[in-house]
Structure formats: structure tokens, C-alpha cells
């Protein structure tokens, strides 16, 4: 069965990229919450940075995918994209936002809320939600750790993206 990988703040880091892109099966979905290119105050010196090889890559993906704008996000760099999102994968209701900015409404019926912009990753239920942070591939903060979030099968996990091991899971 198809999963959704969920990652965030890349920072256009092609090695970060290529890394959770590796993940991705061909039934698989990809969502990002905010902050893939960094097309705002990226680092264009390091040979690291290459948010344009990070487009071209994800435009030519099979996968589908699901893309909110960050806060180092340039609308025109990607355009055709929001600063949040709401969608449903395998029956699973999802809101997805960067979460740098003024929270809008979030739909009552939502089951799973997606945030990145913090670089830490968070897997934890409140008040019948599940709120998913999935951290950063390219530069986690406090614990260290480059993960990723994955939803398959009723369930929410985060990733160990070096070890590949599960290190929390919630039903949904």
C-alpha cells in the first residue's frame, strides 16, 4: 500500500533532497511543509545549495505531490502553490502549513495537522489530532536528528532518516 512521506525544511540542501527522495516508492505521495528551496535567503556558495535541481527533480517526479510555501519559500520560484492546505490521503483528512504565520481556521474534521518551520520533529495527540512536525533532512535543531514523518496504514510515524528506524508511532 501507498504511504505519504511528509518532510520539511530542506533549505534546498540537494543532499537533504536526495535522501527522502530515495524513500519515495512509485505509489507513493510527497508532502512538503514549506522551506524545500529557500529561494530567500539560501546560501548560494555551498555547493550543498540547488534549489533549482531540487524544481527540475520534483517536477519530473510521477509521484504526487503536495507543496505549501515556507517562510524561505519565493512564491515565484514555484509558483501555483498556497501557504496551507488541506487535502485527504487513503480517507485521512490532512492540513498542511509551514506554520510560520497566522494559523487560518483549521477544519474541524481534521485528523492529522502537518507543520514544519521549527526544525524539530514532533509526533503527538491533542485534543483528537494528531499534529505532525517532521523535522528537518538538512539541519535539525535541538535533538539532532535528520527525519522525516511517514502516514500509511491508520497510522503516523516519525523517521530516523540515518538509522531508518521508527522513532514514534500514532494511530490515527
Known amino acids: 500500500m501507498a504511504k505519504l512521506l511528509v518532510t520539511s525544511d530542506l533549505h534546498g540542501s540537494i543532499n537533504a533532497w536526495t535522501m527522502v527522495k530515495k524513500l519515495l516508492e512509485p505509489n507513493d505521495c510527497l508532502a512538503i511543509a514549506g522551506d524545500l528551496f529557500d529561494t ?5 556558495d555551498k555547493p550543498d545549495f540547488q534549489p533549482g535541481t531540487i524544481k527540475q527533480e520534483l517536477l519530473a517526479l510521477d509521484n504526487l505531490f503536495y507543496y505549501v510555501y515556507g517562510n ?14 488541506n487535502f485527504e490521503f487513503q480517507g485521512i483528512r490532512i492540513f498542511l502549513h509551514h506554520g510560520h504565520i497566522f494559523t487560518p481556521p483549521i477544519p474541524g474534521r481534521t485528523q492529522v495537522i502537518i507543520q514544519g518551520h521549527t526544525h524539530m520533529a514532533v509526533l503527538k495527540k491533542e485534543q483528537e489530532k494528531i499534529l505532525l ?32 528506524s ?7
Do not use: W
Open 40 to 44: 530567500r535567503y539560501g546560501s548560494a
Open 72 to 85: 524561505c519559500d519565493v512564491n515565484t520560484f514555484f509558483p501555483g502553490h498556497q501557504d496551507f492546505l
Open 133 to 164: 512536525n517532521p523535522g528537518s533532512p538538512a539541519l535539525p535543531r535541538k535533538n539532532r536528528l535528520y527525519t522525516c514523518g511517514i502516514i500509511e496504514n491508520q497510522s503516523v510515524m516519525l523517521l530516523d532518516l540515518e538509522t531508518n
Open 166 to 172: 521508527v522513532l514514534r508511532t500514532l494511530g490515527i
